[in-house]
Structures are given as C-alpha cells and as structure tokens.
C-alpha cells in the first residue's frame, strides 16, 4: 500500500515537473544568440550603441575642444629675426598627440569627430521623432477612416513628395534663421511623408483584425482603437522607420554641411569632408576622418534597423 503511494507521488511530482513553465534565458544568453544569428546587426548596434557613447560623452572624450588650435615648434627659428619661435600644427597626420592629425587651421580632428557625432545623432533623433510622430499620425487616422480624408489625405503627401528633397531643404534654408532646431525640423518634415506611408499601409491590414473588430463591436471609441488596439500592432515597422531613417537623416545633415548651408557649430562630419577635400593629395586626414565617421555610422543605423526587422517581423521571423 505504501509503495503504491509512493509510486502515485513520484509520478504527480513528475507530471508537475514536466507542466512546469521552462526557465527564462538570461541576457547574456539571449545577447550572444543575436550575435550568431545577426552578426551583421549586432556589429550595427555596436556602431550606433559607440556613436551615442561618443555623443554623450563629447566634453569628456574629445581630449581637446573642437576650436582650439594647436603650436608645435618652428624649426626655422633664429633668434632676432621675424619669425616666431612656434608655428601652427596645420594638416599633421596621425599621431599621439593628434590620433586623426589636424586640419588646415591646426585644429585636431579627433575631437571634431567626436563633437560631431553629438552633433549628427541629435538632428537625427529630432528628426525622426518629429517624423514619427507626425507621420505614424497621420497615417493612422488616414487608414482608419479612410473615403475621402483618406484620399484627401494622400494626395496632400503625393504633392508634398512630388518636390525633391534637397529642393524642399534649400527652400528651409532660404526663408528661415537656419539652426539645429530648424535644420532638424525640415529633414524630419521630408521624411513625414514615407513613414506616414508605410504607417498607413501597416494600419490598413491591422484594423481588421478580430480583436480590433471585437473592440469595435462593444462599442470603443475610435480614438481607443487607434491608440489601444492598432497602434501597438504597427510598432515594429515604427521602430524600423526610425532606426534606418536616422541613418538618411545623418547623410541628409553632411550633404548640406558639405555644401555650406548648414550651422557652423558644433562642427559637421559634412564640413570636415568639404574642408579637407581641398587637400585630398597631400594631407587626406581630416577628409577621410570626416568621411569615416559618415560611413560608419550610415551603415551602422542601416544593419540595426535590418536586425530590427528580421527580429520584429513575424513574416519574417517564421520562415
């Protein structure tokens, strides 16, 4: 009778064994099976998690200010003449003191990089946020009402889209102050237009959803199935809108930097490309250091918002 027992016991504690919810994975654990499955995305995030380090930590990383000039000792100097005994370090190259060298106003260009990276990943924030916000908005309600404020609504973006991009920023440029604030609000103005888009396109599907119709049945408010029931099942093309938009925004920002119609300060990865394409041959430092920075961090925000989406599409997470 006993052993009977005992058996009964052993099999309910095996059967509440094998019910039981499997341990959660830890970070580490999920952190490096991204690494294998998206080798390419986490070098991305690594890219864009160094960039906003760098942006932060601007005042402290830089070594030197961005405007500050440099003297090295003039090996020319006699006493009593009209020389003086220090001149500029202009166009250096790599060293020690100087890891990316100097440009032509012996200015170190480690430290311009750096301040530029604030200066790129702040307009691309305030950018896309602006985009998104406005864009994901308009899409919706475009999508949920659709008729005729839909149509309404879409021509007003195909007029606004039909107008190049750079015209619509040379326009800002001549007709304001121009600033960061400015400058952020016209490239996340250009962009309003895709993400309300692909916004729309993505709402179009969801609001037939069944819990969405569900809702609609007990009598919800439009505005709580937009923000309640569809917003959260658009989220994943938003968060991929966002990430590959800042690597457009950032390319956008050094186009004009680089064609002087941008703010001067703080300095621009476009300005440093302008300036130190007039000494390409003889000392391409501060151009390849200006140029580097722009690739890496394109590319950056473009592989991690690749991985975003492999990892946040169901379609394609499923295949």
């Given at each position: 009778?006993?052993?009977?027992?005992?058996?009964?016991?052993?099999?309910?504690?095996?059967?509440?064994?094998?019910?039981?919810?499997?341990?959660?994975?830890?970070?580490?654990?999920?952190?490096?099976?991204?690494?294998?499955?998206?080798?390419?995305?986490?070098?991305?995030?690594?890219?864009?998690?160094?960039?906003?380090?760098?942006?932060?930590?601007?005042?402290?990383?830089?070594?030197?200010?961005?405007?500050?000039?440099?003297?090295?000792?003039?090996?020319?100097?006699?006493?009593?003449?009209?020389?003086?005994?220090?001149?500029?370090?202009?166009?250096?190259?790599?060293?020690?003191?100087?890891?990316?060298?100097?440009?032509?106003?012996?200015?170190?260009?480690?430290?311009?990089?750096?301040?530029?990276?604030?200066?790129?990943?702040?307009?691309?924030?305030?950018?896309?946020?602006?985009?998104?916000?406005?864009?994901?908005?308009?899409?919706?309600?475009?999508?949920?009402?659709?008729?005729?404020?839909?149509?309404?609504?879409q021509r007003i973006m195909d007029s606004i889209q039909a107008f190049p991009a750079m015209f619509i920023l040379l326009l800002l440029v001549s007709l304001t102050q121009l600033n960061l604030v400015t400058l952020s609000l016209g490239l996340g103005f250009v962009v309003i237009?895709?993400?309300?888009?692909?916004?729309?396109?993505?709402?179009?599907?969801?609001?037939?959803?069944?819990?969405?119709?569900?809702?609609?049945?007990?009598?919800?408010?439009?505005?709580?199935?937009?923000?309640?029931?569809?917003?959260?099942?658009?989220?994943?093309?938003?968060?991929?809108?966002?990430?590959?938009?800042?690597?457009?925004?950032?390319?956008?920002?050094?186009?004009?930097?680089?064609?002087?119609?941008?703010?001067?300060?703080?300095?621009?990865?476009?300005?440093?490309?302008?300036?130190?394409?007039?000494?390409?041959?003889?000392?391409?430092?501060?151009?390849?250091?200006?140029?580097?920075?722009?690739?890496?961090?394109?590319?950056?925000?473009?592989?991690?918002?690749?991985?975003?989406?492999?990892?946040?599409?169901?379609?394609?997470?499923?295949?």
């Amino acid at each position: 009778m006993l052993a009977g027992q005992e058996r009964a016991g052993v099999e309910v504690l095996a059967a509440a064994e094998e019910l039981a919810l499997p341990r959660q994975p830890g970070w580490l654990f999920l952190v490096g099976r991204f690494i294998r499955r998206k080798p390419l995305g986490a070098f991305g995030l690594a890219v864009v998690l160094l960039m906003a380090v760098a942006a932060a930590g601007a005042p402290w990383l830089s070594r030197y200010d961005a405007e500050e000039f440099f003297r090295v000792a003039n090996p020319n100097y006699l006493p009593g003449s009209l020389e003086s005994a220090e001149k500029l370090d202009s166009r250096s190259g790599p060293s020690w003191r100087h890891w990316f060298g100097t440009d032509q106003l012996s200015r170190d260009n480690y430290a311009r990089v750096v301040w530029g990276a604030r200066r790129s990943l702040g307009v691309g924030l305030g950018a896309m946020l602006f985009a998104i916000i406005f864009g994901t908005t308009i899409g919706i309600v475009s999508a949920y009402y659709r008729g005729w404020l839909d149509m309404f609504v879409q021509r007003i973006m195909d007029s606004i889209q039909a107008f190049p991009a750079m015209f619509i920023l040379l326009l800002l440029v001549s007709l304001t102050q121009l600033n960061l604030v400015t400058l952020s609000l016209g490239l996340g103005f250009v962009v309003i237009t895709s993400a309300q888009r692909i916004v729309r396109s993505a709402v179009l599907s969801a609001r037939e959803d069944p819990h969405v119709e569900a809702a609609r049945a007990i009598g919800c408010s439009p505005i709580r199935l937009m923000t309640v029931h569809i917003l959260p099942n658009v989220a994943a093309p938003i968060i991929v809108i966002f990430s590959i938009g800042i690597a457009s925004v950032i390319l956008a920002e050094a186009a004009l930097a680089f064609l002087g119609l941008a703010p001067i300060e703080p300095p621009s990865w476009g300005m440093m490309l302008d300036e130190g394409r007039r000494y390409m041959t003889s000392q391409p430092s501060t151009m390849l250091a200006g140029g580097a920075a722009i690739t890496l961090a394109v590319m950056g925000f473009n592989l991690a918002g690749d991985a975003l989406r492999d990892i946040l599409d169901p379609r394609i997470r499923l295949t």
